[in-house]
């Protein structure tokens, strides 16, 4: 499809620096959220103390990387709300200490940040590039790494301090140089294969399924060279090595996976024994608490297994068991304007459908048509497992976790995945016939002009299926529409309309007001008229206490996830009559 090795080599350059460019303008466009009002304290609090408990539902590797511009440049610290304990979480606190100790310089933080894990984002578009290259060809490599560069939710949480981004970046590449130590189980690939196993568990909790994953899928791969031999009446293949040798191998890859693992904690609590923790969730205590004193258990006290050491780092294993219990406890969730105390087993599939562009789903569609129609000849059915398994398994294991739903960020490392195994639709036009140019080339347009057409609010992205982000609330809230990020296009809307005064505002706040310079008045218990700003995410707030804005329509909107109201004596007597 290209006549030179140069063509491609700059297309890739080219789409990495677009999606560095589009990054780095997020990262200044977003106001703090959420999440990283505690992410970056965390990681603050490790380069001074060296501890690792703060945020530690976490591994630690993206917020200590965030963290690092951020403390080489020595801001004033404020650590009077840490409180270390079995279920304390003084995270947000300290994040709220320290945007006040530092006042408007703060928020450049949060932006050097940002700006230092680009890099990671990189990483996962190159992978998908190369992995998906190696299966079907250059073409796919260039469409796997257009949908990464351009996935409103890969834009998203790419220009944020949180560790989902990286979790798809390094489980991918993970993955990527596991398959090519199955392909050649030289030393070098199982150096390469642990090392990156371990960069994996550093950022996210979840890639814990992979110390499981790898075993099996090198047993498939077994299964499938063995069939092979004995199809073709061979008695072995002299290019592979042994089965015991390669046996060995794969034991350094997952005990360098964890040595990794334990390095990126300093080795803090490492193989302490586990009848020595105390835990709190009820599957590790054998306890049910009821919110009441604070009290650990260990179901393994007194067991036979209790002398074990653990080869975890001591705060991996209480960050999981505290994860553990904030799903055995459910929290509401909200899917298609229903509340709902837990979760639904579909809403990570639903999530995905609206929040990723139409044209993405249109070529899986192609996709799976291409696997169907044209099997490749190149790539074999274990090749085929080696990607879509980390990815499925991920998203099934995370789906099957109820306890609360909110979050379409929890199943975003399964993302690369997909793409590299979408990549394939470009085969219908370099096998098939160049009539499928318009049906291929048409859905890659779409999906990139649907999320540049909402940019640069690619956080609140819905696709034109729910009628984008004017309609996606209806559907999802919380961090998929409003999670504190357009506090700055809040405050430059307040400045430029003196007249709104005194504005009442409600929306996803965690960045104090008086670091913004805004001075709102808090809403009044019961409505009159006067200016409102409502985040569309608290419009749908539980309790029904705004439901009343339905009947309204807004003025102006505040990015994508925030809409302005002016209540008038008349929109008031309205409302009495309905």
């Known amino acids: 499809m290209f006549s030179g090795v140069a063509k491609p080599q700059a297309i890739v350059v080219g789409l990495l620096l677009v999606h560095a460019a589009l990054l780095g303008y997020l990262a200044t466009r977003y106001s703090p959220t959420v999440d990283e009002a505690g992410h970056l304290p965390a990681g603050l609090y490790t380069w001074e103390f060296g501890h690792f408990d703060v945020f530690r539902v976490n591994p630690p590797l993206t917020r200590t990387l965030a963290a690092l511009p951020v403390w080489l440049n020595r801001p004033e610290y404020d650590w009077t709300s840490y409180r270390r304990g079995l279920t304390e979480r003084p995270e947000w606190n300290l994040g709220s200490d320290l945007m006040r100790a530092n006042g408007e310089e703060s928020l450049q933080y949060f932006t050097w940040a940002r700006w230092i894990l680009i890099p990671m ?7 998908c590039y190369r992995w998906a290259a190696d ?11 257009t949908l990464w560069c351009f996935s409103p939710t890969v834009l998203a949480y790419g220009a ?8 798809a970046a390094c489980g991918v590449t993970a993955a990527y140089t596991f398959w090519r130590w199955l392909k050649t189980p030289s030393a070098g690939w199982t150096l390469v294969a642990g090392v990156t196993l371990g960069l994996a568990e550093l950022t996210k909790m979840t890639w814990i399924i992979l110390f499981v994953l790898w075993p099996l899928l090198w047993l498939i791969r077994g299964h499938a060279r063995k069939s092979k031999v004995e199809g073709r009446g061979e008695r072995t293949l002299h290019s592979q090595p042994s089965t015991l040798n390669q046996f060995v191998k794969l034991t350094v890859i997952l005990t360098l996976g964890l040595y990794v693992l334990n390095v990126g904690y300093a080795f803090d609590g490492s193989f302490t024994r586990l009848g020595d923790y105390s835990f709190v969730s009820r599957a590790l205590s054998g306890l049910a608490f009821d919110g009441g004193e604070e009290v650990g258990g260990n179901r393994f006290a007194g067991s036979w297994c209790e002398r074990l050491p653990v080869p975890l780092p001591g705060d991996y294993v209480t960050g999981l068991d505290l994860q553990r219990r904030e799903f055995e406890q459910g929290k509401w969730s909200f899917l298609c304007g229903e509340w709902k105390h837990g979760g639904w087993w579909w809403y990570y599939f639903y999530a995905v459908l609206i929040k990723e562009p139409v044209g993405t789903w249109c070529l899986l569609g192609l996709a799976l048509f291409a696997a169907c129609r044209v099997p490749s000849s190149k790539v074999s059915w274990s090749d085929t497992l080696a990607v ?19 979050y379409i960020r929890y199943v975003l490392p399964a993302f690369p995945f997909a793409f590299i195994w979408a990549s394939q639709a470009v085969r219908l036009i370099t096998e098939s016939g160049r009539r499928w140019l318009i049906p291929v080339g048409g859905a890659v347009i779409w999906s990139i002009a649907s999320s540049l057409w909402i940019f640069p609010h690619s956080l609140s992205y819905f696709n ?17 529409i409003d999670w504190g990020q357009d506090l700055y296009e809040l405050r ?8 709104s005064n005194p504005m009442s505002v409600v929306c996803q706040a965690y960045v104090p007001l008086e670091v913004l310079q805004l001075d709102m008045t808090p809403p009044p218990q019961k409505l009159q008229p006067g200016w409102y700003i409502l985040s569309r995410h608290d419009r749908h707030e539980r309790t029904g206490r705004w439901d009343a804005f339905r009947q309204l329509t807004p003025v102006d909107q505040i990015g994508e996830s925030m809409d ?11 409302l009495r009559k309905n």
Not at 135 to 145: D, E, R, S
Not at 160 to 167: E, G, K
Not at 492 to 499: G, K, N
């Open 464 to 480: 034109e299926a729910v009628g984008g982000p004017a309609g996606g609330h209806k559907h999802l809230i919380d961090a998929n």
């Open 160 to 167: 944020l301090i949180t560790p989902d981004l990286s979790a």
């Open 492 to 499: 430059d809307w307040v400045s430029a309309h003196p007249e």
């Open 564 to 574: 302005v109201y002016h209540i008038t004596p008349e929109d008031m007597a309205g």
């Open 135 to 145: 299966f079907y060809g250059i073409a796919a490599g260039l469409l796997a790494l």
């Open 388 to 406: 879509i398994i980390p990815g499925l398994v991920l998203f099934v294991f995370v789906s099957s976790q109820t306890g609360f739903n909110r």
């Open 121 to 127: 984002s990189l990483l996962g578009g190159f992978v």
